[in-house]
C-alpha cells in the first residue's frame, strides 16, 4: 500500500491521507471516516479507492485497474467488480445515480467525487509523553479529545469530543481547554485559560482519563508517533 502511494507524480502528501466528497481517507489505516462514522476497508478495497483517487475524473480501463491492484497475482475482472461493489457500499454510492464511483461500460470506471491531498503536517521538537505512547506535535492546533481528527486522540467516556488543545508557534507552546465537562489539569491545576508549556510540564485529561508529560524530543527518528490513543478509565 505504501509503495502504491508513493508512486504517484505530483500527487499525495507523505501523509497520504486525502478527502473524497464528504469522506476522509486514511490509507495506513485502512478507514473511511465521515464525523462520528468510521468504516474499515479490506487493504484491497483500499488499494482500489487510492489508485482511482490518483485520477480522479479520468477513465481508468478495467485492465490498467487489475494490473495496479494486482500486481503480482492474475486475476479476473469478476475480481475487480466485486471490488468496486465493496468500495461503493463502503461509501454509501449508489450504481444507478453515483456520487463516487461511475461505470464506464465495456471500459472501465472513474472517481467522479471530488479529490482534495491533505498536507502533512510539519512536525516540531516537542511531544506528549504517556504511560504507553508518544505522540509527537505538530505546528499550529493538536486537538486532544475523543474526535476521529484528534491529533491526541483519547477513547474514553470521560474525555470529551474537542477537550482541549495545544498551540505551537514556532518555540511558543500554550494548552487549553476548550469547555470540556471534566476539565483540563496542568500540573495538578484545572486549567481556566491558556498557559504556557515548558519542558516537564504535566497534563492531565479528563479525570485521570490520560496524564502526559510535555517534553522535547531531541531525536525525533526516535519518538513512535502515535495520533491515535486508547486509554482506559481509571
Known amino acids: 500500500m505504501e509503495e502504491?502511494?508513493?508512486?504517484?507524480?505530483?500527487g499525495p502528501p507523505p501523509s497520504g491521507c486525502f478527502m473524497v466528497g464528504r469522506w476522509h481517507v486514511e490509507p495506513a489505516a485502512s478507514e473511511l471516516q465521515d464525523g462520528d462514522l468510521t468504516v474499515r476497508l479490506r487493504p484491497k478495497t483500499m488499494d482500489l479507492l487510492v489508485v482511482l483517487a490518483e485520477k480522479p475524473g479520468e477513465v481508468l480501463g478495467t485492465r490498467d485497474l487489475l494490473d495496479r491492484v494486482w500486481p503480482d497475482v492474475v486475476v479476473g475482472d469478476a475480481s475487480l467488480s466485486m471490488l468496486v461493489?465493496?468500495?461503493r457500499k463502503a461509501l454509501g454510492d449508489d450504481p444507478k445515480n453515483p456520487e463516487f464511483i461511475e461505470t464506464i461500460p465495456r471500459k472501465g470506471y472513474r472517481l467522479i467525487a471530488p479529490v482534495s491531498w491533505i498536507e502533512a503536517p510539519q512536525a516540531t521538537r516537542f511531544a506528549l509523553v504517556g504511560a504507553e505512547t508518544r505522540v509527537l506535535l505538530v505546528e499550529g492546533e493538536n486537538l486532544i479529545g475523543r474526535d476521529p481528527e484528534s491529533r491526541v486522540r483519547i477513547d474514553s467516556v470521560l474525555v470529551s469530543r474537542r477537550h482541549g488543545r495545544i498551540v505551537i508557534t514556532g518555540e511558543n507552546v500554550t494548552i487549553e481547554d476548550l469547555g470540556s465537562k471534566n476539565g483540563t489539569y496542568f500540573n495538578g491545576n484545572r486549567l481556566q485559560g491558556p498557559e504556557p508549556l515548558f519542558p516537564g510540564d504535566r497534563i492531565t485529561i479528563g479525570r485521570l482519563a490520560a496524564t502526559y508529560c510535555f517534553v522535547i524530543v531531541s531525536d525525533?527518528?526516535?519518538v513512535t508517533e502515535a495520533s491515535k490513543v486508547d486509554s482506559s478509565e481509571q
Open 85 to 87: 461493489v465493496e468500495l
Open 220 to 222: 525525533t527518528a526516535t
Open 4 to 10: 502504491m502511494v508513493s508512486q504517484f507524480l505530483n
